[in-house]
């Protein structure tokens, strides 16, 4: 459910966080375990309701932007320990994450990757197409040159997760507002002063937008140019299927965007339509279905007796080059963003958390230098793309 609904707001907050996905969780707790007092979370529908309700869980530190595989790599410390930290089994399966690869220019650029990822401490290895049955005996590979393994790559519970990071938000004294749309923000003489919602003002002199594929409309209450597009992205469950091995990894055919990886009993799949413009619509494309199963049975012949349980669409929250918008803006004092993560933010909440956290009350973050996303980039021309989007 998205709308408004009149609760009491107080006057005033130290911050204001709009938006409680991953994003907003993670960065209300990190901003209170180091003693920020008087914050307060906007959320228009539910906790975690959002993108990070719609994404496959997948975690990976396999990117080719060396900014994106430290901020995976330093989350992974969080996944890999969430029960003893947060009290919360976020069900990590650690299976890993299998690229496959057929053309050459794949391969080019993925040993690339492979490289730098393994100069900066990934556990990443090549392999062969009979690694790749070992790993993963279902596939077709006769038009398979090789492919990326990483085993410390996995999947988790999305909604544990971020529940994880409120509740623990919320015991440091973080307040989060459900149900709770933002429809303003006040700016004059260059700075922040306040949030705006239907019913009442929220005097503060910190904003950070978390909105996800909602950004745009945040950035615009605020006279800010931010280039974060919605773009429908499906996934679907199967039934109880035992002819597909459950140890075998996230298994991705990259020029298809085709993924798979065990879910309970069953699997999880789904495949990226490139051409699909930016939208708005959240339903199920039936026809985009059937083009899904298709390239599954295409690749995994196994599959061909699966029946699809359920399906689902959300939203990608896209920038022109793939990567996030951390940071500040010059001309506007007060005004933080966490947005634009393009498919990828669910596995990078942790790390974002904790480098927004240091950009806010240190004035750098010094854990990992997220400079690269910094939002003036786009006005710079400075963009980076990121290659390993699926
Ligand atoms: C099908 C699919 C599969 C995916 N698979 C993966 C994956 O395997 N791994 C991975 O890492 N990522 C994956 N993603 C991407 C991932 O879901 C997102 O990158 C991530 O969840 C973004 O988190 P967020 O907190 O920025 O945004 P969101 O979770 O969207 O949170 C933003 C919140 O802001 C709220 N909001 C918006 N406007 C307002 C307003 N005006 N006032 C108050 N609140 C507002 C929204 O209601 C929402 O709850 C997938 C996405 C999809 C759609």
Not at 28 to 38: C, D, K, T, V
Not at 187 to 196: I, K, M, P, S
Not at 334 to 342: Q, R, Y
Not at 364 to 373: G, K, L, N, R
Request: contains cysteine; aromatic residues 8%.
């Amino acid at each position: 459910m998205t709308g408004t609904r009149s609760v009491l707001l107080p006057p005033s907050a130290d911050a204001v966080i709009i938006g409680a996905g991953i994003m907003g969780c993670s960065i209300a707790w990190h901003l209170s375990e180091r003693g920020m007092r008087n914050i307060v979370v906007l959320e228009r529908d539910l906790i975690g309701r959002g993108s990070t309700a719609d994404a496959a869980g997948g975690i990976r530190s396999q990117f080719s932007t060396a900014t994106n595989i430290l901020l995976s790599q330093r989350s992974l410390e969080y996944w890999e320990h969430f029960e003893e930290r947060f009290g919360v089994d976020i069900n990590f399966r650690q299976q890993g994450y299998l690229f496959l690869l057929t053309t050459p220019e794949e391969v080019e650029v993925f040993q690339r990757n492979l490289a730098l990822q393994q100069s900066l401490g990934v556990p990443v290895r090549w392999v062969s197409p009979q690694d790749i049955h070992e790993l993963c005996p279902v596939l077709r590979l006769d038009d398979v040159l090789g492919g990326t393994f990483c085993p410390r790559d996995g999947w988790a519970d999305t909604s544990t997760s971020t529940q994880g990071f409120a509740a623990a938000a919320r015991r440091n004294g973080v307040r989060f507002i459900e149900h709770t749309a933002v429809t303003g923000i006040d700016v004059r003489n260059g700075r922040v002063q306040a949030v705006l919602t239907a019913d009442a003002r929220i005097a503060t002199p910190l904003v950070i937008s978390c909105a996800g594929p909602h950004s745009r409309a945040i950035g615009k209450m605020a006279g800010l140019e931010v280039p974060i597009d919605p773009y429908r992205r499906m996934s679907f469950v199967t039934g109880p299927y035992p002819r597909v091995p459950s140890h075998v990894p996230m298994t991705i055919e990259f020029a298809r965007s085709l993924y798979f990886h065990p879910d309970g009993h069953g699997f999880l799949f789904g495949m990226s339509n490139q051409h699909e413009p930016t939208s708005e619509n959240k339903t199920v494309d039936q026809e985009w279905m059937l083009t899904t199963i298709a390239a599954l049975i295409d690749r995994a012949p196994a599959f061909e007796d699966a029946s699809v349980l359920r399906g689902w669409a959300g939203f990608y929250e896209v920038t022109p080059d793939d990567n996030p918008l951390l940071g500040s803006y010059a001309e506007l004092d007060g005004f933080v963003i966490a947005a634009g993560f393009s498919g990828h933010g669910f596995m990078q909440g942790p790390a974002v958390g904790l480098a927004v956290s240091e950009l806010i009350l240190d004035g750098t973050s010094h854990s990992i230098d997220v400079s690269a996303f910094r939002p003036s980039r786009f006005a710079e021309g400075s963009l980076l793309q990121e290659h390993n989007v699926i």
